[in-house]
């Protein structure tokens, strides 16, 4: 396993890569669950990511699903000193909001982001985060009053890092640079859908923002600032002839760049989604890769990519295909 530093400076020790538990307890049965977190800390990997909202949409399911599993699997292995814990709050259904999801998503206001760490650490079995993601953007409430809630959770001692995920850049930068003026910790990380092809230039509908050059410029200007990217393998549809290019990503530019990614696999002896892992691992701003699988198979796939070194051809005719 490769490690790096969260947030930069001061911030915790964090794997290469990190396993992310979406599905858990829902389209992932919990003795899967199991062995796949098994798996990844016996391969030295440490960051595991979730939210108090995986995964509502499936149907019969809550948003308590993935916490608890993971909060099972803590206790029972006695893996909470080993582990870096990272779950997310804002995108939860609240049913005093509406029947309808994401409409009803809980917000990032105050009152909401401490009553969502209080669900959360319960669900986990334990007393603090070690990152706690703000889920998605709430422009309904002041970043001044956002930013101040978040701190305070951090200086209660429940949470360790700050992060936002699903937010656009100018948002991104402009709670930090509250929390800098007014001496407050403020986001260290960012998570957004990051892969190797690229999407139309519209925007995209929905929760989800994918990494644009605005946020890749900003990472590489902010060292302190470490990129998360969720959905790196597009959920399969690199490898399996099942699996369509979601339709954002099914356009002509796709073309030469799938033509390219098999071309440098080939060379390499390695598959197409070990190509991809590592081209954003090792790129001018390194991507922390989510990794959403589903066997340990798949898991030790991923994780071969740790060691796959693209040279600089290679990296160069993936960038410019």
């Not at 990217?229 to 490898?239: F, V, W």
Request: hydrophobic share 40%.
């Amino acid at each position: 396993m490769h490690y790096r530093t969260l947030g930069g400076g001061d911030g915790p020790r964090i794997s290469a890569v990190c396993l992310g538990a979406m599905p858990f307890g829902t389209t992932v049965d919990e003795r899967t669950s199991f062995a796949l977190l098994d798996r990844f800390a016996e391969a030295g990997g440490t960051l595991v990511d979730t939210a108090n909202n995986y995964a509502c949409w499936v149907p019969g399911a809550t948003g308590d699903e993935s916490e608890t599993v993971l909060g099972r699997w803590l206790r029972s292995r006695s893996a909470g000193d080993r582990t870096v814990l990272a779950t997310k709050a804002g995108a939860r259904p609240d049913p005093a909001r509406g029947a309808q999801w994401p409409a009803n998503a809980e917000g990032l206001g105050a009152d909401a982001l401490r009553t969502a760490l209080d669900g959360s650490l319960r669900r986990l079995g334990t007393d603090r985060v070690d990152l706690f993601y703000a889920h998605v953007e709430d422009r309904t409430v002041p970043l001044a009053e956002t930013v101040g809630a978040l701190a305070e959770l951090v200086r209660d001692g429940r949470v360790g890092t700050l992060g936002a995920s699903n937010h656009a850049t100018w948002r991104l930068a402009e709670a930090r640079q509250h929390a800098a003026a007014h001496g407050l910790p403020g986001f260290r990380a960012v998570q957004q859908r990051h892969t190797y092809l690229r999407p139309r230039p519209e925007p995209s509908a929905g929760l989800q923002r994918e990494t644009d050059e605005e946020l890749l410029d900003y990472a590489a200007a902010h060292p302190d600032l470490t990129l998360l990217g969720y959905s790196p393998l597009m959920e399969g549809a690199y490898a399996r002839a099942d699996k369509p290019l979601p339709e954002r990503y099914d356009h002509h530019g796709t073309v030469v760049r799938i033509r390219v990614l098999a071309e440098v696999a080939a060379e390499c002896g390695a598959t197409v989604n070990q190509v991809v892992l590592a081209w954003l691992m090792g790129g001018p701003v390194p991507v922390v890769p989510v990794l959403g699988v589903s066997s340990v198979a798949q898991l030790d796939e991923c994780l071969a990519a740790l060691d796959l070194a693209l040279d600089p051809y290679q990296r160069a005719r993936l960038d410019t295909a």
